[in-house]
């Protein structure tokens, strides 16, 4: 099965991929996708799974993380206030975007993403970086962070285990180490 396809100004009106912690809510969507799997089955189609995919979405809503939050709490004075504000601003919310574009690679049902980013019309910029095991059972392991302070370590939110009830593990203590030795 081969599948070469564009899709330009496709309006996202709801949320695009069901349960993860992490969803597209709304937006303009492009893509393009050159995808390949060979099989007579479909779990060895999504083994075999091949290709690449470039997205980008202008004007949405990502369900499941605030980044607008990260940035305000991060600036708390008081360190505890600040890392309570952080752990809910990275497990929960939605953040309004300018812009959220990236593209992924598939070798073997194994979807690597790469050069992500999501950017807001207030300068915040958050990247995202991972893989998906489509073939296997949807297992993710992937990244987001931003760094709301140029020089200091990026804030970090890694989601890792099957798709259907991954981890959210919020990765923090760079960030605060260096607060507390301001």
Do not use: C, M
């Not at 309006?11 to 991929?17: E, I, K, W």
């Not at 303009?28 to 980008?56: P, Q, V, W």
């Not at 497990?91 to 992924?104: H, I, K, Y």
């Not at 804030?155 to 099957?162: D, H, M, N, Q």
């Amino acid at each position: 099965v081969a599948l070469d396809a564009n899709l330009s100004g496709a309006a996202v009106s709801g949320p695009l991929f069901g349960g993860l912690p992490l969803d597209l809510a709304a937006g303009k969507l492009d893509a393009r996708a050159a995808l390949a799997a060979s099989g007579h089955s479909a779990s060895a189609l999504l083994a075999t799974l091949g290709g690449t995919l470039g997205f980008g979405v202008r004007g949405g809503i990502l369900k499941g993380y605030d980044l607008g939050a990260v940035q305000a709490a991060s600036a708390l004075p008081d360190l505890a206030e600040a890392e309570a504000a952080l752990r809910r601003a990275l497990t929960g919310g939605a953040t309004e975007f300018e812009r959220l574009e990236g593209t992924a690679g598939f070798a073997d049902g194994r979807a690597t993403l790469g050069d992500a980013s999501l950017s807001t019309e207030g300068g915040a910029v958050a990247s995202a970086a991972g893989t998906v095991d489509v073939g296997r059972g949807g297992a993710l392991d992937l990244r987001l962070a931003t760094r709301p302070v140029a020089e200091a370590p990026e804030i970090g939110l890694r989601i890792a285990g099957p798709a259907a009830d991954p981890q959210r593990l919020p990765e923090l203590a760079p960030f605060l180490r260096w607060r507390a030795e301001q």
